[in-house]
């Protein structure tokens, strides 16, 4: 238990679709990040986020839209996503959002796109 | 930017010690060497991190030389729950830095 939790763990959709991935942490954080890692591939950080305002955004497409409502919470909206945004999608947190910082992941949700 | 090279797999048997080389030629004075595990389907897992010389832990220890353009991680007495995928990360300024790379396949043979 790393004291972030993803859910839910498994998701199926249709490209027409809308669905939200939920991300919490129990550590007293203050930074949280989203992270795509497709198959047999790196991870990508996809957004930041510090005290609850976003301070990356990795050139990702619209159709993903991160929220987060506090410091404890992390939301990501999908919509009328394509087959390659299938991938496991991972949520971190960390003390801040400084580079040095060790971050705690979720287990993640593996997405499949239809 | 400092980028991390590592070995793209390794093979070792049960029992023996692994050492997994990072090359960062271009680390800055006040970037941290940071080690993760992931196993698959699963968000990586902190083992350790250093700044200089050598650090310890219960799972691993991290040997960094003076000029730390490098670090080892060495995990003693490998076994089969060992195989993984080992990154390396180093950085200091923003998080948006950091890139987990391809990583060291790690592979146990009984």
């Known amino acids: 238990e790393t004291g972030v939790t993803q859910t839910p763990r498994h998701l199926v959709m249709g490209m027409t679709n809308k669905k939200s991935l939920k991300c919490e942490q129990h550590l007293g954080h203050n930074a949280m990040y989203w992270y795509k890692q497709s198959a047999k591939k790196p991870l990508e950080l996809m957004f930041v986020?510090?005290?609850?305002?976003?301070?990356e955004n990795n050139s990702v497409p619209s159709r993903f839209s991160p929220e987060c409502p506090n410091s404890s919470h992390l939301f990501l909206h999908l919509h009328t996503l394509q087959p390659e945004d299938s991938a496991l999608y991972l949520c971190a947190s960390s003390q801040d959002s400084q580079g040095g910082n060790i971050q705690y992941f979720g287990a993640g949700t593996r997405l499949s796109v239809l | 930017l400092a980028k991390t090279t590592q070995p793209i797999s390794m093979d070792s048997y049960e029992g023996q010690e692994v050492n997994i080389t990072c090359s960062h030629n271009?680390?800055?004075?006040?970037?941290?060497i940071t080690w993760y595990q992931q196993f698959p389907s699963q968000g990586p897992r902190f083992i350790i991190q250093g700044y200089k010389t050598k650090v310890t832990n219960e799972v691993a220890s991290l040997f960094i030389p003076a000029d730390r353009k490098s670090s080892t991680l060495s995990l003693p007495r490998v076994s089969l729950s060992d195989t993984a995928v080992y990154y390396c990360?180093?950085?200091?300024?923003?998080?948006?830095?950091?890139?987990f790379g391809s990583g060291t396949q790690l592979t146990v043979l009984p």
């Open positions: 986020y510090s005290l609850e305002e976003r301070v």
């Open positions: 271009n680390i800055a004075t006040n970037d941290y």
């Open positions: 990360l180093v950085g200091s300024g923003s998080a948006r830095q950091l890139t």
